[in-house]
């Protein structure tokens, strides 16, 4: 199938997840607990049973719909895990970050999957297959998916496969694969599919082959609309994902973390939450925050503060472990939340503004700034600022890095101007009309006149370039009301 072919039509990929129920829980057990066969448990019908099971529950012949005592007869070990919806919808919220940051076009699915509409982000990706190869990639990195691609949203999920798809199929195909596919598949009410059995109906294409007449009198409205689905008649209602203005997210665990070290597991598990939202948002965060609650006692707080905006996961795990070593915790902590407001834009592409030529530098300088914030604490370091003024002692100011932005004065002076200036500027005496601090001075050029703070009380002073005997340069200044001079700095 060409490009120009899916130029005209809609491209819908479904997403599912078979083991959501199973995978959203494994974050909150012991690494010793995922190596037993564990399968979760779901109310159905007014008994417990198993709704899915990992591979090591399977090879003791544990399947969906057992009774849990038929599970545990067949394997006394097994680890039944009570069904988290919750965590579920937490764990497919983070499923629709990833799709986002691959299409606009993602819609929940109550029933452990994604929609997602492809058709515009071909060339972005260079083809179908590279993006679905991708999305591939990026999954199995979180979980097990498996995909079904349509020409609508019910298409694409009655024809999801066994496996994940990363080859875009002809229309022929999907046509040929949409009518062979059992009426089964289809969400209908139990007297529907008892209908479908009466009049010898067993397929999609056996369905849509009957007059659209006759269909609507022997089935129900719900029906209907399904079939329009199918044909793309009926445009597909649903509200659009869309990530939300902050972030924030947490990792249960009640049976306790007992020390720093196994804090960082976590940690690192939200972090990278983060950076998937952030590339989905497209933007960099400023600060984060870290809230430790405790089982017992009062919770803790960790507010880590960036000198320059980032979306580096590994770097904020590094500075969250270098503050978390001073963190003074309670004995056990059973939640860890991680969340944000404080974003910036994604810069569109990195300037290089070292002398050198080294792109790295500017990154390096914020590592290190925020290395030493994070284990001296943030008003431990301080840099030069420019400010709105044009007398020189006033012109800069120390500031916290990364808290405060240049605000200097557009266009500079282009008298020399030494590096040091005094304290106290110091007076200058006149003796016979000449200069005078510790040795005589001679004018060598001036003046450049200076004038700040005029809107409160005009203060002008005329700058002149002075030198002595010795040839030891000075700035000195005069001031034009009281006509006073003083040295104001010293050159090298």
């Given at each position: ?25 494994l974050?909150?057990?012991?690494p010793?607990?995922?190596q ?47 069904r ?10 983070q ?10 076009v ?54 999801c ?66 079939i ?7 445009p ?35 972090l990278?939450?983060?950076c ?55 004995g ?10 404080q ?9 290089n ?5 080294d ?13 030493l ?20 002692e ?8 990364g ?18 200036l ?8 006149l ?17 450049e006149?200076?004038c700040?703070?005029?809107?409160q009380?005009e ?6 370039l ?27």
């Open positions: 199938m060409t490009t120009s072919n899916h130029q005209t039509k809609d491209i819908w990929l479904y997403l599912h997840f078979p083991l959501l129920p199973l995978e959203a829980l974050p909150q057990l012991a010793e607990q995922k037993k066969p564990i399968a979760v448990i779901d109310l159905q019908k007014n008994t417990q049973r198993v709704l899915c099971c990992n591979s090591q529950a399977s090879a003791w012949g544990i399947e969906p719909s057992l009774s849990v005592s038929t599970a545990l007869a067949l394997c006394p070990e097994l680890v039944a895990l009570p988290q919806i919750e965590a579920e919808q937490d764990c497919l919220q499923l629709a970050l990833l799709a986002y940051r691959f299409t606009p993602v819609i929940l699915h109550d029933a452990c999957g994604l929609w997602l509409e492809i058709a515009a982000c071909h060339q972005l990706f260079k083809g179908y297959d590279s993006l679905l190869e991708k999305l591939e990639s990026q999954l199995q990195q979180q979980i097990t998916a498996v995909n079904g691609i349509g020409p609508n949203p019910l298409a694409a999920q009655l024809l496969q066994s496996d994940f798809q990363v080859a875009l199929p002809s229309d022929s195909e999907i046509q040929h694969r949409l009518a062979t596919t059992e009426l089964s598949q289809l969400t209908t009410s139990r007297k529907q599919q008892q209908s479908f059995k009466q009049l010898g109906l067993r397929t999609i294409g056996d369905l849509l082959a009957l007059p659209r007449t006759e269909l609507s009198r022997r089935f129900d409205a719900q029906l209907m609309a399904s329009a689905q199918l044909n793309s008649e009926k597909f209602n649903a509200p659009l994902f869309q990530p939300a203005n902050s972030f924030r997210d947490l990792i249960q665990n009640p049976q306790g973390i007992f020390n720093k070290e196994s804090l960082l597991f976590p940690m690192k598990t939200l990278q939450r983060l998937n939202y952030l590339m989905a948002k497209q933007c960099h965060c400023r600060e984060i925050e870290w809230h430790f609650e405790p089982l017992i006692g009062e919770s803790r707080q960790m507010h880590i503060q960036l000198s320059g905006s980032q979306n580096s996961w590994s770097n904020l795990l590094l500075l969250s472990r270098l503050q978390l070593d001073q963190l003074e915790l309670p056990s902590i059973e939640q860890i939340i991680l969340l944000t407001d974003f910036v834009d994604m810069p569109m592409g990195m300037c503004l070292d002398l050198f030529g792109n790295n530098s500017a990154q390096q300088s914020c590592e290190l700034i925020d290395s914030n994070a284990r001296l604490g943030i008003d431990a370091l301080s840099q030069p600022i420019l400010n709105q003024d044009y007398l020189p006033q012109a800069s100011t120390l500031a916290t890095p808290k405060h932005s240049s605000t200097g004065i557009n266009g500079k002076s282009k008298a020399p101007q030494p590096l040091w005094l304290t106290n500027p110091a007076p200058v005496h003796r016979n009309k000449k200069l005078y601090w510790h040795q005589p001075l001679s004018i060598i050029s001036g003046p006149r200076l700040g703070n005029w809107w009380s203060q002008q002073r005329d700058y002149y002075a030198c002595d005997s010795n040839g030891a340069r000075y700035w000195l200044f005069r001031e034009t009301s009281s006509q006073r001079w003083f040295v104001h700095g010293l050159f090298s």
